[in-house]
């Protein structure tokens, strides 16, 4: 399979902890992205990092891409009711999803 | 912003009929894809198309067609409906095939009965 495995399948923090997803894959990458979903909507873009990138970041959100272990994770700091939602890595060329990390922030 | 809408929200139809859904972005991307997304399987490709009367496959073609006859529009074609084919829907737009973000559009929840 090329798809992005998520880990874990589900999570559930209270708001303002941090929460933390993981990805791997298993076939060489150019990039890697990040999307969420929330229930019964379209995907959001969240981040691309490249191959030779090791780390990103976007407001609340923090990206790091490990490609010797064919790994990625997406930290989301101080975490809001709001950020409920599906979170799906995507490996490229063409997009394929893997099923998703599903966060529930308890207010 | 881009923005990528999806003619209808719901749309129920019987077994055997031709059913169509309509996607229509406004940016001016080359490239335009339709997925179906079922609980336990997540996204899966149907078919993309990278230019005007172009069309690729994706993972699961069967069943479905396409056309692209304009640029900002992407139209999936199911022949001749059946239940399995009960699903939500996405279309997605974006400037490249890789290497960019794509926009994705609501979806479209389809039951067929």
């Known amino acids: 399979s090329q798809q992005g495995e998520e880990d874990p399948q589900a999570l559930s923090i209270q708001e303002g902890e941090n929460a933390t997803m993981n990805c791997s894959y298993k076939?060489?990458?150019?990039?890697l992205q990040w999307y969420r979903q929330n229930s019964g909507r379209g995907l959001v873009h969240l981040i691309l990092?490249?191959?030779?990138?090791r780390e990103k970041h976007s407001g609340r959100l923090r990206v790091t891409l490990d490609t010797s272990k064919k790994s990625s994770s997406l930290l989301i700091t101080a975490s809001r009711a709001a950020d409920t939602a599906s979170y799906f890595c995507?490996?490229?060329?063409?997009?394929?999803f893997g099923k998703g990390t599903r966060l529930s922030v308890i207010a | 912003d881009v923005k990528v809408t999806q003619s209808s929200r719901y749309l129920v139809k019987r077994t055997g009929e031709k059913v169509f859904l309509e996607c229509v972005q406004d940016m001016d991307h080359e490239n335009m894809f339709w997925y179906r997304q079922d609980p336990g399987l997540g996204l899966r490709l149907i078919y993309f198309s990278y230019d005007v009367k172009m069309k690729e496959k994706g993972d699961i073609p069967e069943g479905y067609s396409v056309s692209r006859e304009k640029k900002e529009r992407f139209s999936l074609i199911l022949e001749s409906a059946s239940t399995n084919q009960t699903s939500m829907y996405l279309c997605?737009?974006?400037?490249?095939?890789?290497?960019?973000?794509?926009?994705f559009g609501d979806g479209t929840r389809l039951s067929i009965l």
């Open positions: 990092i490249r191959s030779n990138e």
């Open positions: 997605a737009s974006s400037l490249a095939v890789s290497n960019q973000p794509q926009h």
């Open positions: 995507v490996r490229d060329t063409p997009l394929v």
């Open positions: 076939t060489s990458i150019n990039n």
